[in-house]
């Protein structure tokens, strides 16, 4: 069955950076555009960082342009979000998302909290 897990959230202070992976399965991988979105409690979710399936093409969410990094392993059925200076307001549980029309799947989410 189709399986998107992500890792690699936990708590960070300003400043500092994570990494977060998800793993996929189930799906050809290579064939899917791969997303990062956000929840932040009391807030709707929101699209940070989109990857083409072949990887060339990639955008972001004005609000981490320039302090987050999206990629992918086609190799390793894995799509990364590198988050260089967090902020506070960067705190969230990150899911990410995998779509081909008519098709869409997500994972469940892993928390990043940046706090000091």
């Known amino acids: 069955q189709v399986q998107l897990v992500e890792s690699g959230g936990g708590l960070v202070q300003p400043g500092g950076s994570l990494r977060l992976s998800c793993a996929a399965s189930?799906?050809?991988?290579?064939?899917?555009?791969m997303r990062w979105y956000r929840q932040a409690p009391g807030k709707e979710r929101e699209l940070v960082a989109h990857?083409?399936?072949?990887?060339?093409?990639?955008n972001y969410a004005d609000s981490v342009k320039g302090r987050f990094t999206i990629s992918r392993d086609n190799a390793k059925n894995t799509v990364y979000l590198q988050m260089n200076s967090l902020r506070p307001e960067d705190t969230a549980v990150y899911y990410c998302?995998?779509?081909?029309?008519?098709?869409?799947?997500w994972g469940q989410g892993t928390q990043v909290t940046v706090s000091s």
């Open positions: 998302g995998a779509q081909r029309w008519p098709y869409a799947y």
């Open positions: 189930g799906f050809i991988f290579s064939s899917y555009v």
């Open positions: 990857i083409a399936d072949a990887g060339g093409t990639t």
